[in-house]
């Protein structure tokens, strides 16, 4: 084993293949402005327009199970396809050598899918054309969020990619923020208002990705055709299975990620029905709670991501920071289950954002720095992205059931903090990074 190994420090191997020349600041810019407009839509669409669309369907009930499952069963598709269209877009974007470039053609191919997906939306008036098109509009989203997260691998060299990555993991949240405010306002309005919010969404995607896509992404240097093997189904297939023993950092990240944002997908994604069914919101009013809750945890958000993403460029440390994030997200789940008041739910967003916030800094950094090849980031960021994915897919099924079963949110809450608290546990044992 080398020295380089042993101190927890890059090997010269890995160093050379890291990108060594720094962007532009107008390139991070529109990368995060692009990221920031699919944001828009893939979460808060799931956490409040989704539900809303179903219980209007459903004729305005909200004490009904078959709301709750319903709505279960399609923010899980938010999940579903990333678990396979991540890694399938990063494999193929690794091989695609168009006058285009390589990443770019799926970024706009993915924006402009994803739009048309929403115009379908907005007119959806049964549950099973909202599933379709909803279905459809995750697939088309993640692939151009994928791609446009592979650009932190591609793109920007070690000592930068906290820094840059804290801006880019901040969009998430300033685009839930924004999303989730123009849902709270448009559906105040009363019947079927919020289905606006699928038109003004689909106007920013095109906007934004646009700009990033033809300003920055005109000239994309390719790598070498030989240097990526042909695609063939069965080696993709096999490289969702990391070894522990051959790729032991990668393994770890992957699951620590897996973890802590299981308790993130809970919280966010019961976090309207929580405040409805608690008495702290009418039930019509949850989503301006939940623009509320989530305004507050940007403000955690922008702190935490920017100061550990710079402290963990600057002292080239990246694992305290995620520990850190990780004992964050675990209290704030701890807060708003023993304490469930409106205070308290203030509280929780603080703290969540502050731990949100590290995690989208430094796990994301992190993660980039434990990629199995060069050759493969595209296929290596969408193994890893998997881990979320998975959380995602699941949460809700596990949430719906302990709601179903006993209605009880401080249970959900308490069982919910042990996952990213066992996330934190899983950090100090990477050694390849600081």
């Not at 739910?345 to 199995?372: H, N």
């Not at 903090?417 to 546990?425: K, R």
Request: hydrophobic residues 50%.
């Amino acid at each position: 084993m080398s020295n380089a190994l042993i101190l927890g420090e890059d090997s010269p191997e890995q160093v050379e293949q890291e990108p060594q020349k720094s962007v532009s600041v107008l390139f991070v810019v529109l990368m995060c402005l692009a990221s920031l407009t699919m944001w828009m839509g893939l979460i808060p669409l799931a956490q409040t327009v989704i539900p809303m669309h179903i219980m209007y369907l459903y004729g305005g009930s909200t004490q009904n199970n078959a709301v709750y499952g319903s709505t279960s069963v399609l923010q899980s598709f938010t999940g579903i396809t990333s678990i396979f269209v991540f890694p399938l877009v990063g494999a193929f974007s690794d091989r695609t050598r168009s006058r285009f470039g390589r990443r770019r053609p799926w970024i706009v191919g993915g924006a402009l899918g994803a739009a048309v997906m929403l115009v379908l939306l907005a007119n959806a008036s049964s549950l099973w054309f909202l599933g379709a098109a909803w279905f459809g509009f995750c697939v088309f989203a993640v692939s151009a969020q994928s791609s446009i997260m592979t650009l932190l691998a591609d793109k920007i060299p070690i000592n930068l990619r906290g820094r840059v990555a804290a801006f880019t993991g901040l969009m998430t949240p300033v685009g839930i923020v924004i999303g989730t405010i123009i849902a709270g306002v448009l559906s105040r309005q009363g019947g079927n208002h919020f289905t606006l919010v699928y038109y003004i969404i689909a106007g920013a995607e095109i906007v934004g990705v646009g700009l990033f896509a033809f300003l920055q992404l005109r000239n994309e240097q390719l790598p070498a055709q030989e240097s990526i093997p042909p695609f063939r189904l069965g080696q993709f297939f096999r490289g969702f299975w990391i070894d522990p023993r051959l790729h032991p950092d990668f393994a770890i990240a992957w699951l620590a990620r897996l973890l802590i944002v299981f308790g993130c997908t809970i919280l966010q994604d019961y976090l309207k029905f929580f405040l409805g069914d608690s008495g702290l919101f009418t039930h019509d009013a949850a989503s301006f709670g939940v623009a509320q809750f989530q305004s507050l945890s940007t403000v955690g958000i922008l702190i935490g991501s920017f100061a550990t993403g710079y402290l963990s460029d600057r002292l080239r440390a990246r694992k305290p920071f995620g520990v850190f994030a990780g004992v964050l997200v675990a209290l704030s789940l701890l807060v708003i289950a023993i304490f469930p008041n409106l205070l308290m739910v203030y509280v929780t967003a603080i703290l969540f954002g502050l731990g949100f916030g590290a995690y989208s800094a430094t796990e994301i950094a992190l993660g980039t720095q434990v990629l199995r090849s060069r050759e493969g980031y595209g296929r290596d960021m969408g193994v890893l992205a998997l881990a979320g994915n998975i959380s995602q897919t699941i949460g809700p099924y596990a949430a719906f059931s302990i709601i179903a079963l006993t209605h009880n949110y401080v249970l959900l809450f308490l069982l919910a903090a042990i996952f990213p608290l066992l996330s934190a546990l899983c950090i100090p044992f990477i050694k390849r990074v600081n």
